[in-house]
């Protein structure tokens, strides 16, 4: 019979888990083994408690279904319980066990199966990747962690959550919660006795990775390094054009005087390539911007275009705004193949990124522009958007964040415009001297 035995930060894991801290994070690079621990330990309360009920959250329902319901969770099951009845309820999304305990599997972003799953009670809560999930989104969720049930001698299950991420900034509430300790709403101090983390990198799973794929991670660009290889949080750097501080958010959105899309496209979708930026962007009857979405990714011409005209729809958009610097003509005649009647403007770039960034970064700076979510990458690209930034040297393209100056451009066309120059003076000719000939 296959058997599996944890890592020995696994098993660190475990007892941080099985501590009196309610609220356990891990986090660090990729393939480290969370998942799979959580969903151990997550198995494993389900066996303890007969009739216990448990929910595995992820941004994306068919994330969560693919990467928790077909593959992690399964495995764990097959491994440690292999003689276990259990039984996968495709309708709800969930599994039932021979004990009669369920795990339940949703996507946060799927309104109705999420109201299904938060119309029950749960013991044990697990949200993975994390730096996806909207703090909003977790906080409700939390509601739901109110189910009483007793382990097989008779104890009662303490209430548990679990959450993992590959780190993204400082600002994300993770850290806030875990690391600062306060909450990120009203930055109200936290009970830390109730909040325990740890990290775990890939080197400490090295044993179950090939080490082709850990040189691949070494060799990554520094941001990503790291993020995916490091596992730390990413802090402001000292030159950038945003700091943390400076995005604001709010879900309190008044009337929406105009509405944009925002593209710049990549050459191609080929690995290694830039990714197209896709932003969505109002300005408010307030005087405000606000950003609506961003659909930013790796698409194929055909992808991006229609991505974009399907947000131009499901927005009531105004416009759409595409830089056409690679494209040129191809960029119009794509989107109109995928929505022949919407209303495009293209743009040109004809200064520098940093040029076109600076009067966007002080709409920032004055409060003038607010996130309705969170948007990690986004936010990542801004700020690390430095004065000096070299493309060639950092390996990566700010693409999010020229969809997001190209889109707020359009919105408030007054702080971009290029002041006239001053008129030059030439003196009639005869004021020049004899000497002087033009």
């Not at 986090?27 to 303890?48: E, L, M, P, Q, W």
């Not at 040189?215 to 402001?236: T, V, W």
């Amino acid at each position: 019979m296959q058997t599996y035995s944890l890592t020995p930060k696994q098993a660190d894991l475990r007892a941080l888990a099985s501590s009196s801290a309610s609220n356990i994070l891990c986090y660090g690079g990729s393939r480290s083994g969370k998942t799979f621990a959580f969903c151990d330990f997550v198995a494993t309360r389900a066996i303890k408690a007969p009739g216990s009920r448990h929910a595995i959250f992820r941004r994306h329902g068919v994330a969560v279904k693919q990467s928790i319901g077909k593959d992690t969770l399964p495995k764990v099951l097959g491994l440690k319980f292999p003689d276990l009845p259990t039984k996968w309820h495709e309708q709800d999304g969930y599994f039932r066990l021979g004990n009669g305990s369920e795990i339940w599997l949703a996507g946060l972003d799927d309104k109705e199966r999420v109201d299904k799953v938060l119309g029950r009670e749960f013991v044990t809560l697990y949200f993975n990747e994390a730096s996806e999930i909207p703090l909003s989104s977790y906080l409700v969720a939390q509601t739901r962690l109110a189910q009483s049930v007793k382990q097989v001698d008779g104890r009662p299950l303490p209430l548990k959550t679990y959450v993992d991420l590959n780190p993204t900034t400082n600002a994300h509430w993770t850290y806030r919660m875990w690391t600062d300790g306060v909450n990120p709403d009203g930055e109200t101090p936290l009970d830390r006795s109730k909040y325990a983390h740890m990290v775990i990198n890939p080197l400490d799973n090295a044993d179950n990775l090939p080490a082709d794929y850990l040189d691949n991670l070494r060799s990554l660009p520094e941001r990503q390094r790291r993020r995916f290889f490091e596992g730390s949080y990413l802090a402001d750097v000292d030159e950038a054009l945003w700091r943390r501080s400076y995005i604001k958010r709010s879900q309190n959105l008044p009337q929406l005087a105009r509405i944009v899309v925002a593209i710049d496209p990549a050459v191609t979708s080929e690995v290694g390539s830039d990714e197209t930026g896709i932003i969505v962007a109002a300005l408010g009857e307030d005087g405000r911007g606000y950003v609506l979405a961003d659909e930013s990714g790796k698409y194929r011409p055909e992808e991006w275009a229609q991505r974009a005209v399907s947000l131009y729809r499901t927005y009531s958009a105004d416009r759409i705004v595409a830089e056409v610097n690679q494209g040129g003509e191809m960029v119009e005649a794509t989107i109109r193949a995928q929505g022949a009647n919407v209303s495009y403007r293209s743009v040109t770039a004809t200064r520098g990124k940093v040029t076109r960034a600076e009067p966007i970064a002080a709409l920032y700076e004055r409060g003038l522009v607010l996130h309705v979510a969170e948007f990690p990458d986004l936010e990542d690209q801004m700020c690390v958007f430095t004065t000096g930034f070299d493309r060639k040297a950092q390996g990566w393209s700010p693409d999010r964040v020229d969809a997001l100056v190209w889109a707020l451009t359009d919105l408030f066309p007054e702080m971009v415009v290029r002041k006239p120059d001053a008129p030059i003076y030439i003196a009639p000719r005869a004021a020049l001297g004899a000497t002087r000939s033009f």
